[in-house]
Nanobody, 113 residues
């Protein structure tokens, strides 16, 4: 299973980006998807995570970011609005089923002031 993330880039504060992450390979039945991020010198942190039962967001992104999925395309998205400089990080997607989680390679998001 491979996850390919895309959509990162450089954007001014207040702007928007949409990240995509597509899974390929021997996919069974994805029951959880999410996005994490890691800023320089910091630990990786949860941004948003969606399961069959619920969706959770980090407090720092609530009301600005939205996670969504396209089951037919095995793709998860992260719509990011009202971006702030503190959102600058490498963003990683993750998908899982059963006992396994699979991670994408990361995509850089840089928000300038």
């Amino acid at each position: 299973v491979q996850l390919q993330a895309s959509g990162g880039g450089l954007v001014q504060a207040g702007g928007s980006l949409r990240l995509s992450c597509a899974a390929s390979g021997s996919i069974v039945n994805i029951d959880r998807m999410g996005w994490y991020r890691q800023a320089p010198g910091k630990q990786r942190e949860l941004v948003a995570r969606a399961t069959i039962m619920r969706t959770i967001y980090a407090d720092s992104v609530k009301g600005r970011f939205t996670i969504s999925r396209d089951n037919a395309k095995n793709t998860v998205y992260l719509q990011m609005n009202s971006l702030k400089t503190e959102d600058t990080a490498v963003y990683y997607c993750v998908m899982g089923w059963g006992t396994r989680d699979y991670w994408g390679q990361g995509t850089q998001v840089t928000v300038s002031s």
